[in-house]
């Protein structure tokens, strides 16, 4: 089953844009992890958060978790068609639960109109 | 190493034909994952090897599915007797001491 789930499922906007993406969790996490898939590749490790921390940046990037609520959201600043993707926060890993792999929500598919 | 490769690419086979799946990690990755992925859906974990041991395997790993790390280099992900529901991307991934993985471009399995 799936460990996190994102809302919105699909999200169009307009390139110079916002976009953000939120994914929800139900057991407790030591970290939280956001992945970006290009249709018909692999994925591509974008951010992690420490459950310690609250809010994350790297580049248009920028990631909060709130452990309160078991949730996180993603917000992609000024977006560009090279955005479009299918976006996923996964959960677990080696030091969670002991279990080593991740897992995944459903995934927010972006599309980022030039 | 420039990254983690997996072979085939695409792999179109008859009901009931038996496939193999390659997957070659970052060489100092000591951790190897494989997952499957439906479409519209986020990956869902196989099984997990640390070096040569197979250490994981989720329930979706049913008998007909077997996977190997010889040497604790490559993996290969072997499927028997294939069905229409296998159908999907699988995906290796692997990881160092850190937690997040690097993944690699998949294989598109189409069971006809």
């Known amino acids: 089953s799936q460990q996190g789930e994102e809302d919105p499922q699909a999200l169009s906007i307009q390139e110079g844009e916002n976009a953000t993406m939120n994914c929800s969790y139900k057991?407790?996490?030591?970290?939280l992890q956001w992945y970006r898939q290009n249709s018909g590749r692999g994925l591509v490790h974008l951010i992690l958060?420490?459950?310690?921390?609250r809010e994350k940046h790297s580049g248009r990037l920028r990631v909060t978790l709130d452990t309160s609520k078991k949730s996180s959201s993603l917000l992609i600043t000024a977006s560009r068609a090279a955005d479009t993707a299918s976006y996923f926060c996964a959960t677990g890993g080696y030091e969670d639960t002991g279990r080593r792999a991740l897992t995944f929500g459903s995934g927010t598919r972006l599309q980022v109109q030039p | 190493d420039t990254g983690v490769s997996q072979d085939p690419r695409h792999k179109i086979t008859k009901r009931g034909q038996n496939v193999t799946f390659r997957c070659d990690p970052i060489?100092?990755?000591?951790?190897l994952y494989w997952y499957r992925q439906t479409l519209g859906q986020g990956p869902e974990f196989l099984t997990y090897?640390?070096?040569?041991?197979?250490?994981?395997k989720s329930r979706l790993l049913s008998d007909r599915f077997s996977a190997e790390r010889p040497k604790g280099s490559f993996s290969t992900l072997e499927i028997q007797r294939t069905e229409q529901g296998d159908s999907a991307m699988y995906l290796c991934?692997?990881?160092?001491?850190?937690?997040?993985?690097?993944f690699g471009s998949g294989t598109q399995l189409s069971v006809l």
């Open positions: 991934a692997s990881s160092p001491l850190a937690e997040w993985s690097i």
């Open positions: 090897f640390q070096n040569e041991a197979q250490l994981e």
């Open positions: 958060i420490r459950s310690n921390e």
């Open positions: 060489s100092e990755h000591n951790r």
């Open positions: 057991t407790s996490i030591n970290n």
